[in-house]
Structures are given as structure tokens and as C-alpha cells.
T-cell receptor
Framework: KAGVTQTPRYLIKTRGQQVTLSCSPI?????VSWYQQTPGQGLQFLFE???????NKGNFPGRFSGRQFSNSRSEMNVSTLELGDSALYLC??????????????FGEGSRLTVL | AQTVTQSQPEMSVQEAETVTLSCTYD???????LFWYKQPPSRQMILVIR??????QNATENRFSVNFQKAAKSFSLKISDSQLGDTAMYFC?????????????FGQGTTLQVKP
């Protein structure tokens, strides 16, 4: 059974650009959550999607957005990139809403560098 | 506010010995989960062990066990017979109630090095 797949694994952007990251959950999983990992702030929750609906959102500006498709694949978008957006973006999937079963399976992450 | 605190930024242990990583948390919820995740260098984060708050019995997974002290809001991880492959950053995390679906609260992490 394939794990959580994130693409691209690495990318470099410049300030002001936008970026789209993709996450394919484990087959059969319907929930996808996104986290930002930085050395200074640690791991912070961005949002969770379930059945194409955003179920919960973290404390990030509106430049951070996401969506989920009918096949449960999810994308997150960051517009007007800032240097502080440089981070490892982790996607995690779970069979049901993460608050129900509490177990998340993480992908390897997309490492974004903003110059 | 719900918080998770790991007070040990770095730890080291000799191979085959036992090490304990500390974690404290704060919550006003009655229904929550606690986790330890392992993130090896440049590799994906994996779940090590999970504890449901309503269960009094401490969770165990092979060489990994927890000491869950609910009243003290403490959740430490014990690794027995440490192996070189245990070298990683370990994160303590909590998940509070169905209203906070998907939102894990992570500690700052403890970097563990297992020495041969």
C-alpha cells in the first residue's frame, strides 16, 4: 500500500511568487491535514480537509489556502511568498477525521525555499 | 490554550541502554489523544506510540513505552534497548477533542542520538 505522496519534494521560489504543493493520501484515507515545520516555530497546523471541505484551520494568513478533490488528493497554495514562508510543508492523511481516530500518516514533505 | 512542552532539546544514549524523553502538556479537555512521533534525518515522520486520555493503562509498542500521568499532565517516552536506528528527532503531540479535528499540537522536539 503506497504511503502519503507529496510533490514536489524540493522547490525554490522568489519573494512575491506563488506556489502550489500537492498531497496524495493513502488509498482509502479521506482526511488530509497540512503542517508547516520551521526551526523557529516548530510544527504548526495549517488546515484539515475531509470530503472536499475544510474542517479546521490554523492561525495562518489568508495567503495560505488549500483544497481537496473528490479523489481525496489535496493541494495547498501560498501566494505572495515571503522569506518567512521557507519551511518544510508536511501533509498527513487519516482514514477518518483526525479528531476521531487520532492517528495521522505523514508524507516526506515539500521543502520550500523562498529567496 | 493547549500547549505541549518538551524540555530536553537534545539527548544522547549508548546503544542497548534505556532513555526517557519528557513531555508535559496543558489542556482543559477531557477527551484527547497523546502521541510520540519520530522524525529521522531527512525522512518522514512516523507514529511511535499513541495514548488515549481515558485509558489508564500506559501504551506499549515493543521497545517503546509511555508513562502517562494524567493528573500531572505528563507523558514521557521510554525507549528500551536503544538502537542506532532510533537516532531521530522525537516530537510529543496532543490532539484535543473532536472540535479540533486534525489539529495536532506539537512540542518543540527532542533530538536523540544513539551512540555505538
Amino acid at each position: 500500500k503506497a504511503g502519503v505522496t507529496q510533490t514536489p519534494r524540493y522547490l525554490i521560489k522568489t519573494r512575491g511568487q506563488q506556489v502550489t504543493l500537492s498531497c496524495s493520501p493513502i488509498s482509502g484515507h479521506r482526511s488530509v491535514s497540512w503542517y508547516q515545520q520551521t526551526p523557529g516555530q516548530g510544527l504548526q497546523f495549517l488546515f484539515e480537509y475531509f470530503s472536499e471541505t475544510q474542517r479546521n484551520k490554523g492561525n495562518f494568513p489568508g495567503r495560505f489556502s488549500g483544497r481537496q478533490f473528490s479523489n481525496s488528493r489535496s493541494e495547498m497554495n501560498v501566494s505572495t511568498l515571503e522569506l518567512g514562508d521557507s519551511a518544510l510543508y508536511l501533509c498527513a492523511s487519516s482514514l477518518a477525521l483526525a479528531g476521531v481516530n487520532g492517528e495521522l500518516f505523514f508524507g516526506e514533505g515539500s521543502r520550500l525555499t523562498v529567496l | 490554550a493547549q500547549t505541549v512542552t518538551q524540555s530536553q532539546p537534545e539527548m544522547s544514549v549508548q546503544e542497548a541502554e534505556t532513555v526517557t524523553l519528557s513531555c508535559t502538556y496543558d489542556t482543559s479537555e477531557n477527551n484527547y489523544y497523546l502521541f510520540w512521533y519520530k522524525q529521522p534525518p531527512s525522512r518522514q515522520m512516523i507514529l511511535v506510540i499513541r495514548q488515549e486520555a481515558y485509558k489508564q493503562q500506559n501504551a506499549t509498542e515493543n521497545r517503546f513505552s509511555v508513562n502517562f500521568q494524567k493528573a500531572a499532565k505528563s507523558f514521557s517516552l521510554k525507549i528500551s534497548d536503544s538502537q542506532l536506528g532510533d537516532t531521530a528527532m522525537y516530537f510529543c503531540a496532543s490532539l484535543h477533542g473532536s472540535s479540533n479535528t486534525g489539529k495536532l499540537i506539537f512540542g518543540q522536539g527532542t533530538t536523540l542520538q544513539v551512540k555505538p
